[in-house]
């Protein structure tokens, strides 16, 4: 059901179809294209005398590296279940996307660090599989046996307190820095009913202080109460974090840190106290593919059995998901596409692996969410055609 799910509501992503021919032809007057075909099966199509054979291609990711901070507190009690629920359908999410992921969550396993093991007001947190381990999650005295699932998912079991979450994840940086990947984009993403009492200029520098290299362009995410409980319960009406956001005494509403790290680091949000999960890690899932897109840039899959690649006869049509479609011309390399509205270049010519579009076509292939590549090998390279 959680595969279903995921599949029917990301069926529409980018997807780019690569047709792999065995014919010698000239000419794409003959090549029959679908305008209302969105699926991402193989597909023929024909250049008069010779037929196309459809392979599905993916656009290059960079490796992301995903650090979950859960707040342990006892006031968690609902919101831990829900997010147990949410990692598989976010972590399934991503997988599909051919994305080469790693999740790590700094939280505590139940029954660990005083946490409460079992039962309705358990404060711990435990991911079953398919993202945890199929070892996991079974009661050991008095805690529970470790979730982790190595490469692709880690849990420190650590307790995440309230108010310093972020102190947390600097702290424990010692702890989990060795699963980090330096050439991995990295996105951190915290739960909480608290406000932070650390400033999020603090938190920015203290983290790059950590290692620069690893964490310059770190995007941070969060599902976070937007006000406190103070200020949420003086709201006419009545807003909904006079239920689920924990007193503060507005001590550190000023300071609003998740929020100001969500818009320095272009991240993305969700209000813990609409109680909504599912739409917000949908929205995170969404923002890491999208941040971790090596632009304008896809993969050339194997040819069949039998047949090679000739780099002198491949041609790039793009449908822009709605209406229409049209012929990409080819440049030789990127300095050319200055020259041109539409067209694509190789990464290597003498040896391709991947096709890179100019920025224009490509700006407007990302600005189409139903945009589709068919490149077709097989038939002599048609130009760009130059600016007049």
């Known amino acids: 059901m959680i595969l279903k799910k995921i599949f029917i509501k990301y069926l529409s992503f980018f997807t780019i179809l690569l047709n792999i021919s065995g014919c010698t032809g000239t000419q794409l007057a003959g090549k029959q294209f679908s305008e209302d075909d969105t699926s991402n099966q193989n597909t023929t199509g024909s250049y008069d005398n010779c ?39 976010f972590s399934i999410d991503i997988m599909e996307r051919h994305l080469d992921a790693r ?41 529970v046996t470790d979730d982790s699932n190595p490469p ?28 980090l990947r330096g050439e991995a984009d990295k996105h951190f993403v915290v739960v909480t009913d608290s406000l932070d009492e650390m400033p999020s200029n603090t938190f920015d ?3 790059k202080g950590l290692n620069s290299d690893l964490f310059e362009n770190y995007t941070f995410n969060g599902i976070f109460s937007y006000y406190s409980k103070e200020d949420a319960c003086g709201m006419t009406p009545v807003h909904a974090c006079c239920d689920y ?41 969404g923002l890491v593919v999208k941040k971790a897109v090596i632009d304008c840039k896809w993969t050339i899959p194997e040819p069949p059995s039998g047949m090679t690649l000739d780099s002198t006869l491949v041609n790039v049509k793009y449908w822009d998901g709605i209406s229409s479609s049209r012929l990409i011309g ?24 991947s096709v890179i579009f100019c920025p224009y076509t490509c700006t407007e292939m990302q600005d189409k969410e139903n945009s589709r590549i068919d490149i077709d090998f097989g038939c002599t390279t048609i130009s760009a055609i130059d600016l007049e």
């Open 51 to 89: 037929v196309s054979v459809g392979q599905t291609a993916y656009p290059l990711f960079k490796p992301v590296d995903i650090i979950i901070a859960i707040d342990n507190s006892n006031s968690m009690i609902d919101e831990i279940k829900q997010v147990q629920y949410n990692m598989n359908l």
């Open 152 to 179: 692709v998912y880690y849990h420190l079991s650590t307790r995440m307190p309230g108010t310093k979450i972020l102190q947390w994840i600097i702290d424990s940086y010692g702890d989990y820095e060795n699963y």
């Open 245 to 285: 956001s924990t007193p503060s005494s507005n001590e550190y509403a000023s300071l609003d840190s998740y929020n100001k790290l969500v818009e320095l680091t272009n991240g993305a949000k969700g209000d813990l106290c609409s109680q909504e999960f599912t739409p917000v890690f949908d929205t995170i899932a």
């Open 205 to 207: 520098s203290s983290l």
């Open 330 to 353: 080819a440049v030789e390399n990127s300095a050319e596409c200055t020259g041109v509205k539409d067209g694509w270049y190789y990464d290597d010519k003498t040896a391709p692996t």
């Open 103 to 143: 999740i790590i969550l700094l939280s505590s396993l139940p029954g660990d660090n005083n946490t409460t093991l079992t039962g309705e007001f358990a404060t711990g947190i435990c991911i079953a599989p398919p993202l945890g381990s199929s070892e996991g999650c079974n009661t050991s005295g008095s805690s």
